[in-house]
């Protein structure tokens, strides 16, 4: 296996029911190129990016080999099979980029193609630094619970509310130890920040783009 310092996880396991597509959405275009290869492409491009593990479902293995090898990205390591849950997809991606030598791991969804390098970088020196880091950006709405029956009890400060973005760094042992402890707990979390919270850690927060998004519906693809 090659040297490679920071390693970058993209689970492109999903099969977008909620965009009700045909196909899963990694592979749908944005003006003619599949938002997994434009994805790829920005870590690829990105030279503090060492080497790239990318998780696909299994039926779709084949397109991401053809897809990996027409581009020429270099930096892909592995193509591993996904899993049941995101988190399980995460998970196999993270067994495979440790093989690597790895010291910081990003993790990266694969439908969220308009990151930029600034935001790579920043997350990398942060994870250094700090252990763990994740991109954010503050809540522009005011954003109220609701009891079981659909009424309001209550308006949350907005001031301490953020959006949580991807990639989200951290130092290898500290994640491996966050989701070692998650399966043993049978913890499963929608992001993997929440999985190193469990353990007590602090995350540090920097600065990521309204750009940023994650193309979950038809709306964001537009």
Not at 20 to 31: A, R, T, V
Not at 59 to 72: A, Q
Not at 74 to 96: F, P, Y
Not at 136 to 143: G, N, Q, R, W
């Amino acid at each position: 296996m090659r040297k490679c310092k920071v390693g970058v996880v993209i689970p492109a396991a999903g099969i977008g029911r909620r965009l009700g597509s045909n196909k899963p959405k990694q592979f749908l275009e944005i003006d003619g190129i599949p938002i997994l290869q434009i994805t790829l492409q920005k870590f690829q491009a990105c030279d503090a990016v060492d080497c790239i593990v990318v998780v696909s479902h299994a039926d779709f293995i084949h397109e991401v080999t053809d897809l990996v090898k027409k581009n020429n990205f270099t930096k892909i390591a592995s193509i591993v099979n996904g899993g049941e849950h995101r988190q399980d997809s995460v998970w196999n991606g993270l067994k495979e980029i440790i093989k690597n030598n790895v010291e910081i791991i990003l993790i990266h969804d694969a439908v969220r193609p308009f990151v930029t390098d600034e935001i790579i970088k920043d997350v990398i020196t942060a994870s250094e630094k700090f252990g763990a880091a994740v991109p954010a950006v503050p809540l522009k709405d005011t954003i109220k619970v609701s009891d079981e029956k659909g009424f309001l009890i209550e308006t949350l400060d907005r001031n301490k509310l953020f959006a949580i973005q991807t990639p989200q760094g951290f130092q290898k042992d500290l994640i491996v130890k966050a989701f070692e402890k998650a399966y043993v707990d049978n913890y499963y979390a929608t992001d993997d920040a929440n999985l190193v919270e469990r353990l007590g850690e602090k995350i540090k927060l920097i600065e990521g783009d309204y750009k940023n998004i994650k193309i979950t519906t038809k709306e964001d693809l537009e």
